[in-house]
């Protein structure tokens, strides 16, 4: 090995911190602000379908009669758009679920967007 190639060593992590400068940390806060800010304003808020509304809408695309039913508000995305995700299902005796509809509906538009049945 030459004496050139032992004298170069990796970056410590003193090293690396002595060359951050104020600049660059103002620059990566500000970037961290713009991020949350417009995370708030493309929020969109409540939805405007009901968790009952969902309920009415999803119901017909179950194809059998359930014995009971979980809904839940979920966002998917970017920026994050709000869905209602309605699951009818009848139970085994032995445990388990004999059949399942997971029927997917907009939070904005009150659309069914997917449908995924189990039998």
């Known amino acids: 090995m030459s004496e050139g190639a032992r004298s170069e060593r990796p970056p410590t992590l003193a090293d690396r911190l ?3 400068t104020w600049s660059r940390v103002l620059f990566m806060l500000a970037l961290l602000a713009i991020g949350l800010v417009l995370v708030k304003v493309l929020d969109r808020g409540t939805p405007s379908v ?4 969902a309920l009415a809408i999803a119901r017909p695309q179950a194809g059998f009669q359930p014995e009971d039913h979980q809904i839940r ?3 998917r995305g970017i920026p994050p758009h709000g869905f209602w995700v309605v699951s009818y299902f009848i139970r085994k005796q032995g445990g388990g679920y004999k059949r399942i509809t997971v029927v997917v509906v907009d939070a904005s538009t009150g659309q069914v967007t ?3 049945r189990t039998t």
Not at 50 to 53: A, G, H, I, L, P
């Open 50 to 53: 009901s968790k009952q509304e």
């Open 114 to 116: 997917e449908v995924r």
């Open 73 to 75: 508000f979920i966002r």
């Open 18 to 20: 002595r060359r951050v």
